[in-house]
């Protein structure tokens, strides 16, 4: 049985994640997450309608009402939930392959779900619930996508992004539409790529995963910045006007800083994972803001934000969670509250973000292995000591298993880029002879 990680089940589309799984899911989870109504939307992956069909079966047989959204980003699903005081899911891999997808679930307003509402769902599912579930629903879909761009677009008002000439990468995936809508509708040039999906090249060497596109056509456009969105648009990655990639943590400590200048931070404190660069530790010190750091996973940021009553958390990866404004992770969200800082500083992003934070350089290496390994920290603690001691005290190594895929994630700090680089390689090869993975 698929077990929940960080966000979601997740899995082969047909293989792992099968049609008998998902319908199951939804008679299970429509009994667990506080509402007889659910919205429904996916990204833009070939196996979403099926997989869609067989949730909304599922729901419909535990008597839940079900409103079909079709493509739709993550974050706009949940903002629907929030102001229908709804739940809702979201058939998703996030920047996973086209041929891997997923569902997320969001409870009643919209909000992720607490560990014990996702541990009485695994029961119900391991307990063999063998109700019946219609996997052939015929869907009809509602568009309300307009709700959602007036939204978003509504958060600077009436302040507008007119005379910034922005790059939007969609990623071929569910923000290919309504992205460039927002930003036309706030009056910014809009040159969009990525933005013509066809159920297979979402995240295709493309989106937040991989920039290097990206910055090619900020510089070829001579655009002010670009802004990289993944498959189902609930992270951002920002590229400056000399194509410079500026990631989650720089984005998250220039809105740190921004909102404390202008006295919007209250608490004086962000919430981040264990991933953040120690550059960012730096720069919130100096500032006299409070660091909260949970394990990987906007859920765990989220109820981290939650429990300190932080406005502002997220993750390297571009998650950039802005409580005061969503309910999770919003990649367009944070996109727009960017180019308007931009705006109003009258300052390029290279240099607001090197002034914002400096970071001690970092290099992150995925390792293959045959299956998700538990406490592989533990499994591997002689070669993380061996690659401290190659630090000579400075920086810091970080093994940890990814929570979506089977991966293991070897991520390296080091006072140099070579350093980072050669023990980051060391340490990925001995992980991957000991555990049987690859390169």
Not at 354 to 368: G, Y
Not at 372 to 387: F, L, S
């Amino acid at each position: 049985m698929i077990r929940f990680g960080t966000d979601g089940v997740r899995g082969v589309a047909f293989e792992q994640l099968t049609l008998d799984y998902v319908a199951r899911l939804g008679r299970v989870a429509g009994r667990r997450l506080g509402s007889t109504r659910v919205i429904i939307g996916q990204d833009t992956r070939e196996s979403g309608t099926q997989l869609a069909e067989a949730l909304v079966g599922g729901l419909r047989a535990s008597g839940c009402e079900v409103e079909f959204l079709g493509v739709m980003p993550t974050p706009a699903i949940a903002f629907l939930a929030q102001a229908d005081g709804c739940a809702a899911a979201a058939i998703t891999a996030s920047h996973n392959p086209y041929r891997d997808n997923g569902v997320k679930l969001f409870s009643a307003g919209g909000n992720k779900l607490t560990d014990e509402v996702q541990d009485a769902i695994e029961g119900d599912l391991a307990g063999g619930d063998s109700s019946p579930a219609d996997q052939s629903v015929a869907l009809e879909r509602t568009d309300r996508s307009a709700q959602y761009v007036e939204h978003v677009a509504s958060i600077i008002a009436p302040r507008d992004l007119t005379g910034v000439t922005v790059v939007l990468d969609c990623a071929n995936g569910a923000m290919s539409d309504v992205a460039p809508r927002a930003f036309a509708a706030l009056g910014a040039t809009v040159i969009a790529i990525n933005d013509e999906p066809n159920g297979r090249n979402i995240n295709e060497g493309c989106g937040a995963a991989h920039p290097e596109a990206l910055s090619e056509a900020v510089r070829l456009h001579s655009a002010d910045l670009g802004l990289a969105f993944d498959g189902d648009g609930d992270r951002v990655i920002a590229v400056d006007h000399v194509g410079n990639v500026v990631d989650g943590d720089q984005t998250i400590a220039l809105f740190a800083l921004d909102f404390a200048s202008r006295g919007e931070l209250d608490p004086r404190s962000v919430v981040v994972t264990v991933m953040t660069n120690a550059g960012f530790h730096s720069a919130m010190a100096d500032a006299g803001i409070i660091i909260h750091t949970t394990p990987v996973g906007d859920r765990h940021v989220l109820a981290e934000m939650e429990s300190t009553g932080s406005l502002i958390g997220g993750e390297q990866s571009g998650h950039i969670i802005l409580r005061r404004h969503a309910t999770t992770g919003d990649g367009l969200l944070a996109g727009i509250l960017l180019v308007d800082l931009v705006k109003r500083n009258g300052l390029p992003l290279e240099r607001l973000a090197v002034e914002a934070m400096i970071p001690l350089p970092q290099h992150l290496i995925n390792v293959k292995v045959a299956s998700i390994v538990d406490e592989v920290a533990r499994v591997c603690a002689d070669d993380v000591e061996q690659a401290e001691r190659a630090l000579a005290g400075v920086g810091r190594v970080l093994l940890r298993a990814s929570g979506t895929e089977p991966l293991i994630r070897v991520m390296v700090e080091a006072a140099t880029d070579d350093a980072a680089r050669q023990i980051a390689s060391d340490l990925a090869d001995a992980v991957a002879k000991r555990l049987g993975g690859s390169r």
